[in-house]
């Protein structure tokens, strides 16, 4: 950690851009969420699961790996599958190469609820985050946010 004795306050600018990004980032996904269990068995957090699964090879992933992707604990992980399996959405498998490690496989039926779901999931993005920023720059705000949070 950095000597936090010499610091310098936030900016008005800064502050502020730290607190809208925050706002974002609490109230974007329940936003989504709402509009994807209006309309489906599942939520934002759900669909990008199968999202992840789905671009995966084999349409399977470590549970850590997936749990990293999506921003959960492992633990988040375990629920958010656990709740995809009991729809039959997803499968949970043994690692072939790791004993203590599970996969989550995306199931034919998690295909077809992915494919019915895009569109709900699509609408919101439009609604929600692009509809807002007509005029801006989306790639250099790609950008910007990618250093952030690299891929």
């Known amino acids: 950690m950095s000597d936090v004795t010499n610091i310098e306050p936030l900016h008005r600018d800064e502050e502020a851009f730290l607190r809208a990004l925050g706002r974002v980032m609490a109230l974007l996904p329940r936003t989504v969420d709402a509009d994807m269990v209006e309309d489906h068995p599942i939520s934002g957090t759900e669909y990008m699961v199968l999202v992840h699964l789905s671009e995966a090879p084999h349409h399977k992933m470590r549970m850590s790996e997936l749990a990293g ?16 399996t009991a729809q039959s959405l997803v499968l949970r498998e043994k690692c072939p190469d790791d004993g203590r490690a599970w996969l989550a496989v995306l199931t034919d039926s998690g295909w077809a609820q992915l494919r019915q779901a895009w569109p709900t ?28 949070a690299p891929s």
Not at 71 to 84: P, Q
Not at 132 to 147: Q, S
């Open 69 to 84: 992707m999506c921003g959960l604990s492992l633990s988040g992980m375990t629920r958010v599958v656990g709740r995809l």
């Open 121 to 148: 999931n699509l609408a919101s993005a439009r609604r929600h985050v692009f509809s807002l920023l007509e005029g801006c720059d989306i790639a250099a705000a790609a950008k910007v946010l990618e250093r952030i």
